[in-house]
C-alpha cells in the first residue's frame, strides 16, 4: 500500500497532490500518456478543457480497472497542457477522481501535443496492492 508524505518544513499543497509517496508491496504500473480519445478514437471535448481533462481521467481509471487498480492506487502523475490557465482552473474536475492523500503532481506547460485539438495529455505511475491486482490475459512478456 502507498502512503503519501507532506513534510512539515516543506510548502503544504494548494490542490489535490501530495509532495512524495511511498510505494509498498504492490505491483507497479507504469500507464502511456493519456489523451482525451474516446473508445471509437474520436477526440472528446474539442476546444473544452475540462472535458478533455474528465475524458484523460476516465481512460486512465478504466485503464487501471482492468487490472483491478483504482485511482487511489496512483502515486504519481505527470500533466502536459496547452494552456496552463485553463488547465488549473479545472481542479473540480480532477477532485471527482482523486480523494486524500493525493498522488505527487508535476504539470508542464507545453507549445503542442500531437494533434493541435488535444489540450492535455496524463501519464500515471501505479501501485496496485497485489491482493487486487489481475494480470490482464493479453499482457505480453517485454523482456525474455
Known sequence: MAKSFDPPNV???FGPFSQAVIAGDGQTVHLKGQVSLGPDQKIVGEG???AQV???LENISNILGAM???????VSLQQFTTDIQAFMSCGEVRARF???PYPVTTTLEVS??????LLVEITAIAEIPLKRFKMPET???KHQ
Open 11 to 13: 510548502w503544504s499543497p
Open 48 to 50: 473544452d478543457m475540462a
Open 54 to 56: 474528465t475524458q484523460v
Open 68 to 74: 483491478g487498480g483504482r485511482m487511489s492506487d496512483i
Open 98 to 100: 482523486f480523494d486524500a
Open 112 to 117: 503542442a501535443l500531437y494533434d493541435p485539438r
Open 139 to 141: 499482457a505480453q512478456e
